[in-house]
C-alpha cells in the first residue's frame, strides 16, 4: 500500500495548459497517474493529451469524480488556486510553485487545516506512491515499490535518498516533498499518522535540514504516538548563521535557533537513529526494518 | 531584505504611525544645514543593520551644532561592528515618559503570525523576555481575522489609564499591523514605542525585513533595495538567473539543488574542506553550466569546483557537456572535481574522464580528490 497518493488518486492539473502543466502532465499520464481533468480559466472545452480543461475546479468536479489536485501556477497566482481547490472540496492539493510569499501560504495553510484538506508543498517536486501515481516532477525512474516511507523537505535529497534505497534493494511506500519553505501546508507531524496507519510502510525516514523545529516535532510525536520507527538526516552542519541556504526556509536564526547539531541531538536524544551522511541512510533503515 | 531605520520611518510615517521629524546626510558637513533649522538637543543615529548599535557607539547625543558635526564625523564613513555606516539619521530628542516595545512577527514554529508587546521597551526583544519575561505579552494572530480591538485587551493590565491613552496606543498597534500585512513583513517592530512627557505616542527605532518571496509584489519596497550591500558573487549569480551564497572557503561548490548543496557543505567540512561559495544549477543547460562556472570563477577566493549533480530532470550528460565546454575558460591546473550520480550518469562521466577530469559516483570520493587538489595548489 502506501498513503495519500495511489491507483485511486483521480487527479486535477491546475494550470494545465501552461508549459510546465503540460510537459509535466504528459509524464505523470504516462507514469500511470489518472488525469481526470485540468483547470485553466477561460479554456473550457480545451483537450490537453485528451484530458478535459474547465474554466474552475468546482466546474472540474461537476463532469468529473476527481479528489486531488496538483497546481502548476506561477506563485503569484498560487493563494488563489490553493484556496479554489480547497474551496471546492478537495482533500488532496499538492503545489509545486517556488517563491510563494509566506502570508498567502498561512492563509491557505490555516485555510487546509479547517478542511481537513491535505496540502502538499510549495517549493516542492510533490510526491510519489512507486508503481501506483506521481503527483509531481520527481525523476520517478529512480524509485522502487515498497516499504520505507520517506518525507524530505528538500527535493534533491529525496532524489538521492530513493535512488540509495532502490539500489540497496529497499522500496518505497510513499515519497513526499514536504517543501523548503518557511511555511509548507503539510508538514512532517501532519503526515506521520498516515504513514502509521498505512499497513505497507514499516519505516519512516525524514529528510530535514535547518531552520524552524519540525523535525523535533515530528520526532516527539513519533515517540509519544506511533510503532514505526523513524531514520532522520538533517542537512546544513555546515551552514553559517543568518544566511539563507538556497530554501528560503533553511535558515539558522541570528540567535542560533535551528541549526543542525541542535536538531541531531535532540533527534538522538528521542531515540531516532541519526545518519551522519545522507548515504549512510539504507543500512541504517536496513536495521530498523520488520 | 532588511529596511534601514529612516527607510522604515518613511514607511511609518505614510501608513500615520508618528515618527521623530527626521533628516538623513551622507556627509557630515551637511549638518549645519539642517541644524540652522532645528535648535532642540539632537540625536544623530548611525543607519546600519547591525544590532546593538547604541552599546557599540553608533548613537550620539549632541546638544550644540558642532557637536552634532563632530558626532556625524566620528560616525559616517566608519565601521560599527564590520559594518560600514554610509548614512546617519539626525532627529530631535525626545522627552518621553516611558517606553514599550510592539512588534508583529512570523513565529517559524508555530507557523502563526505573532504580536509582541512590553511595557519595558528600549532593549531588544530578547533581553525583554530574559529579565522581564512577566512583562512581555504574545498575542497570536488568525491569518484570516487578523488583529481584532479584542486583542488588545490583554494589555490593558500593562497600562496606567491616568498616564496613557489606551486607546491610542492600540491604533498604533492596529497601523503597525496593517503595515505587517501590505508591505509583506517578516518582521516590524517599533522599539522603543516612546510615550512622551505630553502624552502623545512617537516611534522612536523601527525595524523591518520583508519576505523576499513576495519581491513581486513590493515595487515600493523594492526601491530601497541597496545593490552595493549584496555580495558581488551573489549579485553576479543572481543576476545569470541562480542562486548563490558566497562563504568564506576556497572551493566553489555546484549542486542541483538547494538540500544537495547543503549536505555537500556538510560532507566537505568533515574532510577539512572550505567551500568558497555554493550555487544552486537547477536543472540546468551546457549553456547555462558555462555561465555558472564562469560566475564563480571570478570570486578571487576560488581554488577549484567541485560538482555534485543528482540526476533527475537534470541530465548529467547535458551537465557534463557544459563543464568540458567550460574547461578552456579556466586558468591553467584549476582543479575541476565531479560526483555524477542519476539520470545518464554513465555518459556523463564518460565525457569528463575523456577531457581528463576526476568524475566519480561517490562523493566522498569526489570531495577526497577536491580537497587534495586545492590544497596542492589551484591557480
Not at chain 1, 466546474?59 to 498560487?78: C, V
Request: hydrophobic share 40%; glycine share 10%.
Amino acid at each position: 500500500m502506501s498513503i495519500l497518493v495511489d491507483k485511486n488518486t483521480r487527479l486535477i492539473v491546475q494550470g494545465m495548459t501552461g508549459k510546465e502543466g503540460t510537459f509535466h502532465s504528459k509524464i505523470m499520464i504516462d507514469y500511470g497517474t489518472n488525469i481526470v481533468a485540468g483547470v485553466t480559466p477561460g479554456k473550457q472545452g480545451q483537450e490537453v493529451h485528451g484530458v478535459p480543461i474547465f474554466n474552475s475546479v468546482s466546474d472540474a468536479l461537476k463532469k468529473t469524480n476527481a479528489n486531488a489536485s496538483i497546481t502548476f501556477t506561477p506563485e503569484k497566482f498560487t493563494k488563489a488556486a490553493l484556496l479554489e481547490a480547497i474551496d471546492a472540496g478537495l482533500k488532496l492539493v499538492v503545489t509545486v510553485a517556488d517563491g510563494v510569499a509566506f502570508h498567502d501560504m498561512l492563509i491557505c495553510r490555516d485555510y487546509a487545516k479547517k478542511h481537513q484538506c491535505v496540502l502538499i508543498g510549495p517549493n516542492t517536486s510533490g510526491l510519489i506512491s512507486p508503481g501506483k501515481c506521481k503527483v509531481g516532477f520527481m525523476p520517478h525512474a529512480l524509485y522502487k515499490e515498497g516499504s520505507v516511507g520517506v518525507m524530505s523537505r528538500s527535493g534533491t535529497l529525496s532524489y538521492e535518498t530513493a535512488n540509495n534505497l532502490t539500489r540497496a534493494g529497499v522500496g518505497q511506500s510513499t515519497v513526499i516533498g514536504v517543501g523548503g519553505d518557511q511555511i509548507p501546508g503539510a508538514t512532517f507531524v501532519d503526515l506521520l499518522p498516515f504513514y502509521e496507519e498505512d499497513p505497507d510502510t514499516k519505516v519512516i525516514v525524514i529528510i530535514g535540514e535547518i531552520g524552524g523545529n519540525d523535525e523535533e516535532e515530528a520526532v516527539r510525536y513519533a515517540k509519544k504516538y506511533m510503532t514505526k520507527p523513524v531514520v532522520a538526516f538533517i542537512a546544513g552542519s555546515a551552514a553559517p548563521v543568518g544566511k539563507t541556504m538556497g530554501h528560503a526556509g533553511a535558515i539558522i536564526s541570528e540567535s542560533g535557533a535551528g541549526n543542525a547539531q541542535d536538531k541531531q541531538r535532540i533527534l538522538k536524544e528521542l531515540g531516532t537513529l541519526v545518519a551522519e551522511k545522507i548515504t549512510d541512510i539504507p543500512d541504517l533503515v536496513k536495521q530498523v526494518i520488520r | 531584505m532588511k529596511l534601514y531605520e529612516y527607510q522604515v520611518k518613511e514607511i511609518f510615517k505614510k501608513e500615520g504611525i508618528p515618527v521623530p521629524q527626521g533628516y538623513v546626510i551622507d556627509q557630515a558637513d551637511e549638518v549645519k544645514d539642517i541644524l540652522d533649522r532645528v535648535k532642540e538637543e539632537v540625536v544623530v543615529k548611525s543607519q546600519v543593520h547591525v544590532g546593538g548599535r547604541g552599546k557599540a557607539g553608533g548613537i550620539k547625543f549632541a546638544s550644540t551644532p558642532s557637536e552634532a558635526q563632530s558626532a556625524a564625523e566620528q560616525l559616517i564613513g566608519n565601521q560599527l561592528k564590520g559594518e560600514l555606516i554610509k548614512k546617519v539619521l539626525i532627529e530631535t530628542k525626545q522627552p518621553l515618559s516611558q517606553e514599550f516595545y510592539v512588534g508583529v512577527t512570523l513565529d517559524r514554529n508555530k507557523k502563526k503570525t505573532v504580536l509582541i508587546f512590553s511595557p519595558s521597551g528600549g532593549m531588544d526583544i530578547e533581553e525583554i523576555s530574559k529579565k522581564f519575561p512577566e512583562k512581555l505579552e504574545k498575542i497570536y494572530l488568525d491569518p484570516i481575522l487578523g488583529f481584532q480591538a479584542y486583542h488588545s485587551n490583554c494589555l490593558l493590565k500593562f497600562i496606567d489609564p491616568k498616564k496613557c491613552d489606551f486607546k491610542e496606543l492600540v491604533k498604533i498597534i492596529n497601523k503597525l499591523y496593517q503595515v505587517y500585512i501590505k508591505y509583506d513583513c517578516q518582521i516590524v517592530e517599533i522599539n522603543p514605542l516612546a510615550l512622551l512627557e505630553n502624552g502623545a505616542f512617537i516611534a522612536l527605532d523601527g525595524k523591518l525585513q520583508m519576505d523576499d518571496n513576495a519581491e513581486f509584489r513590493q515595487e515600493e519596497l523594492m526601491k530601497y533595495w541597496d545593490e552595493a550591500k549584496e555580495d558581488p558573487i551573489e549579485l553576479n549569480a543572481q543576476r545569470s538567473g541562480f542562486t548563490a551564497i558566497k562563504l568564506k572557503g576556497n572551493i566553489a561548490v555546484i549542486s542541483n539543488g538547494a538540500g544537495l548543496g547543503m549536505s555537500t557543505l556538510d560532507l566537505l567540512e568533515k574532510y577539512n574542506g572550505k567551500p568558497a561559495s555554493l550555487l544552486d544549477c537547477g536543472a540546468a543547460s551546457q549553456e547555462r553550466i558555462l555561465k555558472a562556472i564562469e560566475v564563480l570563477v571570478s570570486d578571487p577566493d576560488a581554488q577549484g569546483i567541485l560538482f555534485n549533480i543528482m540526476g533527475g530532470l537534470a541530465r548529467c550528460d547535458e551537465i557534463a557537456r557544459g563543464i568540458a565546454a567550460a574547461l578552456d575558460s579556466l586558468p591553467k591546473n584549476f582543479p575541476v572535481v565531479c560526483r555524477l550520480q542519476g539520470t545518464n550518469v554513465e555518459e556523463g562521466l564518460k565525457i569528463l574522464r575523456v577531457k581528463g577530469l576526476v568524475a566519480v559516483n561517490d562523493l566522498e570520493e569526489a570531495i577526497k580528490q577536491i580537497v587534495s587538489k586545492v590544497n596542492e595548489g589551484g591557480r
